[in-house]
């Protein structure tokens, strides 16, 4: 089978490796499509360390090609669509074993790959997978290059109930790559009025055309200013930081009400201690929230909104490429001016 392998940094090609042996409690996956995240960007580019021989990709769609011995046959069938979460957390420390998965103490996505010996990874980037059903999640209605994107969507899905937007709440998004405009449409589903901040007028465009209540580029007028105008006097509810630079994190801060919630979606590059007034967070019933990754409920969640039609991931596919030019879809990627560049195979 051909596996897109990371072999140093800005290097990656294509290898042909054993197919994987179906395996007792195991199901052999076809691949279709994987979406390269943001992760395997940093990756590439070496802001992640990883150990090579490295196969990323954990943003997968495929159908199912075999079942092994001892899989239940009445819950999975040859040819089922499915979407991969792949099994990152240990399942045995006790954040785990609390029920959050998602926080696993020892998350790791540069493990071994058991049934591609000799490689590390989440190894969503090959031609196949050997897979264990409690990894795996029924789509059906969308195009394997829409499905791929389904992880995405599990992880806001776990962002914005973390949140728990109520009906009718004001809510800011700072970000509109594909992240924060997926958290302004999640939040619009949920009732609630969204602002999205950004400085590139193309996304604003398409989050206004995706549902945006308004939009607001900060280089053109100040969004805290902004906000308060929207709310006239107030703040908003609730904010999502959904950017990686730790200079917007103070302006998160000051978009919201007492009582209100900031929620840090995304990790920040380079990471830096930014002060904030612990008396502000105290006196006015602040709530700071983090989030990452996402679980099995998540999962089901985000499969059925995109199998329903409820939600859309087309708008973010920017490109699609061929496994023969992996190396082109990265560059593609890293360019920064794209939302997803999906991989076929």
């Not at 006790?94 to 049934?115: L, M, Q, V």
Request: with cysteine; proline share 6%; charged share 20%.
């Amino acid at each position: 089978m051909k596996v897109a392998v990371f072999t140093g940094l800005h290097k990656i090609e294509l290898q042909d490796l054993p197919k994987p042996m179906l395996m007792p409690g195991r199901l052999l996956v076809k691949v279709e499509a994987s979406a390269i995240c943001t992760w395997e960007q940093r990756a590439y580019t070496g802001v992640n360390k990883i150990p090579y021989p490295f196969v990323g990709g954990h943003e997968v769609a495929g159908r199912i090609e075999a079942l092994g011995e001892g899989v239940n046959k009445e819950e999975w069938h040859i040819g089922d669509k499915v979407v991969i979460g792949e099994p990152l957390a240990c399942r045995s420390c006790t954040t785990c074993k609390s029920g959050h998965p998602e926080t696993c103490e020892h998350f790791d996505h540069r493990a071994p790959i058991d049934w591609m010996p000799g490689y590390h990874g989440m190894g969503g980037l090959s031609e196949y997978m050997a897979v264990r059903p409690e990894s795996l999640f029924h789509y059906d209605g969308v195009p394997a290059v829409e499905a791929a994107l389904t992880e995405p969507v599990t992880c806001v899905v776990h962002s914005v109930e973390t949140a728990n937007i109520a009906l009718g709440d004001t809510v800011v998004v700072i970000g509109a790559g594909i992240m924060g405009q997926l958290h302004m449409m999640l939040a619009g589903l949920r009732g609630a009025r969204v602002i999205i901040s950004d400085p590139d007028e193309r996304r604003l465009a398409l989050a206004k055309d995706l549902g945006a209540d308004f939009t607001v580029n900060p280089q053109k007028e100040d969004l805290v200013t902004r906000v308060k105008e929207i709310m006239e006097g107030n703040m908003a509810d609730i904010v999502f930081d959904v950017t990686a630079a730790p200079a917007l994190v103070q302006e998160a801060m000051r978009c919201v009400r007492p009582l209100g919630k900031v929620l840090f979606y995304s990790s920040i590059h380079p990471t830096e201690t930014v002060p904030f007034d612990p008396n502000w967070v105290h006196s006015k019933s602040i709530q700071l929230l983090g989030t990452a990754n996402s679980n099995d409920s998540d999962f089901i969640r985000a499969a059925r909104l995109l199998s329903n039609g409820t939600l859309s991931t087309k708008p973010f596919v920017s490109a699609v490429y061929p496994k023969e030019q992996i190396k082109e879809a990265f560059e593609a990627a890293v360019a920064g001016d794209k939302y997803r560049v999906v991989v076929t195979f």
